[in-house]
């Protein structure tokens, strides 16, 4: 399948932004998400950005005051999935203007948009920024 799940958390844990690609229950998602963060985050900047955690390869990275965390399969490329973060930042960078928590959690639906815009049934499947924002350019041009 690829990806599983995206997440972004900020340092002091709490999710800002998830979301799943197979069916987990919410009482799942809790305790996974609690775990991971747990993991990652008591992680120093000299550890490398994978994690193993279950039967997911987690790959994380930390932009200002937000972790982005990409849970992946076993045989994901570890260095495509830290390439398709810093898309995700960049492309968020882009349309609100150097991005961070208040953005996220101000602007959800549209940071769900571009997720979805670039993630499809856990396949990458879009990575031009232009792409991915023409559609969220195109909606707020309509309001």
């Known amino acids: 399948m690829g990806i599983r799940f995206i997440l972004m958390v900020n340092k002091q844990g709490q999710t800002r932004l998830a979301q799943y690609y197979e069916y987990l229950t919410l009482e799942q998602r809790r305790a996974l998400e609690g775990e991971i963060v747990r993991k990652c985050l008591a992680r120093n900047e000299q550890q490398c950005s994978f994690v193993e955690h279950r039967n997911y390869k987690i790959v994380y990275r930390r932009y200002a005051s937000l972790f982005f965390l990409v849970g992946v399969d076993n045989d994901e490329n570890e260095l495509a999935i830290l390439e398709f973060i810093h898309l995700i930042v960049e492309t968020m960078d882009q349309h609100f203007g150097n ?4 953005d996220i959690m101000f602007h ?3 940071a769900h948009f ?3 815009e670039m993630v499809m049934n856990g396949h990458m499947v879009e990575t031009s920024k232009s792409n991915i924002l023409a559609p969220i350019q195109l909606m707020e041009k309509a309001v």
């Open 108 to 110: 959800l639906e549209k």
């Open 99 to 102: 991005v961070c928590e208040l």
């Open 114 to 116: 571009m997720l979805e």
